[in-house]
């Protein structure tokens, strides 16, 4: 059976309350079958007391900050930085026993970066360490990514015995900038034995990474699902932007997602 999870982010414990009410109660009625919690740099000292009491004892994964939030492990000159960075999520997994900790590679394109991203991936020695594919570019700073292909995952995966979370969004993305077949892309993808995946809707043509709920866009879900996952994954919804009020919205998405197929 595939496991869907839910997203929050760290921030939600201290400005977004009622989010997590609702997440909580989502959660233990087994409407979700675990929690992806997003920790920022530097939250844990204020957050973690809430987090213990409404999460503990669910089944967790910790994604880390990325470039968005400086954490960007292809620049040298920010490893230290980066090291404290990272330190939060390593903390809430240390606290909700996370068996996976998301961590991205960097920003620009080119051997050096990628070089650069692997090195620092391993120096931070932290067996529960997780590569996620990324986009072409980044949306919102709108510089080039690396970490795209299948070929520069396997390095990552080769290179520093990290567990892999395939982005579905973010395949396909790559896959139009390279102007790739986005299955061929995904079988490529799939065949490095993903530990789970991250799922959203968007346009299928484009190189934008868009977040859509299920059924706003055009991909195939169901073929995305069914051909690429493993019957036991852990697909985590990454749906939907904006502050959320609560979480009917990815209540849709899970009934719309498992209607598609199970049909």
Request: aromatic letters at 12%; one cysteine or more; a negative charge.
């Amino acid at each position: 059976m595939r496991h869907f999870g839910l997203k929050l982010w760290s921030k939600d414990f201290i400005r977004n309350k009622d989010f997590v009410l609702s997440a909580e109660k989502a959660l233990k009625d087994g409407e979700f079958d675990y929690l992806e919690l997003f920790a920022l740099p530097d939250t844990y000292d204020d957050t973690h007391d809430e987090v213990k009491k409404h999460f503990d004892g669910i089944k967790t994964i910790i994604h880390a900050p990325h470039a968005i939030q400086l954490l960007d492990i292809s620049n040298p000159d920010e490893f230290e930085n980066n090291r404290q960075r990272l330190k939060s999520s390593q903390q809430f997994a240390d606290l909700l026993d996370a068996p996976f900790i998301i961590l991205h590679p960097g920003m620009n394109r080119g051997e050096s970066y990628l070089q650069e991203s692997i090195r620092q991936f391993k120096a931070f020695n932290d067996s529960r360490l997780t590569v996620e594919n990324l986009p072409g570019y980044c949306s919102q700073t709108k510089r080039e990514l690396h970490g795209i292909t299948p070929e520069e995952i396997k390095r990552f995966i080769q290179e520093t015995n990290a567990h892999f979370c395939l982005d579905f969004s973010h395949a396909i993305c790559g896959a139009n900038t390279y102007k790739s077949d986005i299955y061929e892309v995904l079988q490529k993808f799939s065949d490095l034995h993903p530990d789970m995946y991250h799922l959203c809707d968007g346009d299928v043509s484009s190189t934008n990474d868009s977040h859509l709920h299920y059924g706003e866009g055009n991909y195939d879900l169901k073929r995305l699902v069914l051909q690429y996952t493993t019957p036991d994954a852990y697909i985590t919804m990454e749906t939907g932007h904006g502050i959320p009020t609560d979480v009917q919205p990815w209540l849709n998405d899970i009934q719309y997602l498992k209607k598609l197929i199970n049909n």
